[in-house]
C-alpha cells in the first residue's frame, strides 16, 4: 500500500529565501509524481508534474527533482515570495490509470 | 491543460437533506473523473473513481449508497450527499484525467464546502 509523507508539515521562513519541500513515497514503482498548491479553501492548482523516467522539472523559479529509487522528491522555491503562501501537496499515482495518493502538505508561510 | 469547474462552490444544508455538487470538464472529454474529500487541517482523500457510463468505483470506507455518483457524460459528473449529516460537512473536490494527452496528470476543481447544520 502506497504512503505519502510530507516534511515539514509547516514551515515558515523570511521573504526572499530559498527553500525545500520533501516528499516520500514508500512504493517507487510509480508512474508519476505531481506537485500541487492549494491556498485556503480553494481547489489544487498544479504545479510541477514528473514523469517517472525524468529525474526534474522546471518552472520559473519552481524546480521539482524526483529519485525512484530512494521515495523521495524535493519541490525547490527561488527567492521566496509573500504570495507563494500556501499549502504544498505531492501526490503520486502507482499507473497510468490508477488513482492517485496525496501527501499530507507542508504549509508554507512566507513573512514579508 | 484541462479546465474544471464545480457547482455550487458552497452550501449550507439541513440535516436529512440532500445535496448535489456537480463537476464539469470545459474543455476536455473525461472518461474518468474522481471525487475527493478534504477535512479540515487535512490532505485529500479520494471516495471514487467515476467513470463514464458505468458505476463508479468507491474506495474502501466510503458508502455508495450515501454519495451517489453519476457520470451520465463525458463533460459531467455528479456527487450526492443523501440524508446528509453534520459530519458529511466537508470540501469536496473534482479532478479530471488528463490520461489521454498528458500521462494520468490530474486537474482540479474550485471544490464545494458543504456545510450540514
Known amino acids: 500500500k502506497q504512503e505519502v509523507t510530507q516534511i515539514p508539515a509547516a514551515l515558515s521562513v523570511p521573504e526572499g529565501e530559498n527553500l525545500v519541500l520533501n516528499c516520500s513515497f514508500t512504493d517507487s514503482a510509480i508512474y508519476n509524481l505531481q506537485w500541487f498548491r492549494q491556498d485556503p479553501g480553494k481547489g489544487l492548482t498544479s504545479l510541477l508534474l514528473?514523469?517517472?523516467?525524468?529525474r526534474e522539472q522546471t518552472s520559473g523559479r519552481l524546480n521539482a527533482s524526483l529519485d525512484k529509487s530512494s521515495g523521495r522528491s524535493t519541490l525547490y522555491i527561488a527567492a521566496s515570495q509573500p504570495g507563494d503562501s500556501a499549502t504544498y501537496l505531492c501526490?503520486?499515482?502507482?499507473?497510468?490509470?490508477?488513482?492517485?495518493?496525496f501527501g499530507p502538505g507542508t504549509s508554507l508561510s512566507v513573512i514579508p | 491543460g484541462a479546465v474544471v469547474s464545480q457547482h455550487p462552490s458552497w452550501v449550507i444544508c439541513k440535516s436529512g437533506t440532500s445535496v448535489k455538487i456537480e463537476c464539469r470538464s470545459l474543455?476536455?472529454?473525461?472518461?474518468?473523473m474522481f471525487w475527493y474529500r478534504q477535512f479540515p487541517k487535512q490532505s485529500l482523500m479520494l471516495m471514487a473513481t467515476s467513470n463514464e457510463g458505468s458505476k463508479a468505483t468507491y474506495e474502501q470506507g466510503v458508502e455508495k449508497d450515501k454519495f451517489l455518483i453519476n457520470h451520465a457524460s463525458l463533460t459531467l459528473s455528479t456527487l450526492t450527499v443523501t440524508s446528509a449529516h453534520p459530519e458529511d460537512s466537508s470540501f469536496y473536490i473534482c479532478s479530471v484525467d488528463n490520461s489521454g494527452i498528458s500521462y494520468n496528470e490530474q486537474f482540479f476543481g474550485p471544490g464545494t464546502r458543504l456545510t450540514v447544520l
Open positions: 501526490a503520486v499515482p502507482k499507473t497510468s490509470y490508477d488513482k492517485v495518493i
Open positions: 474543455d476536455f472529454q473525461a472518461t474518468t
Open positions: 514528473i514523469q517517472s523516467s525524468q
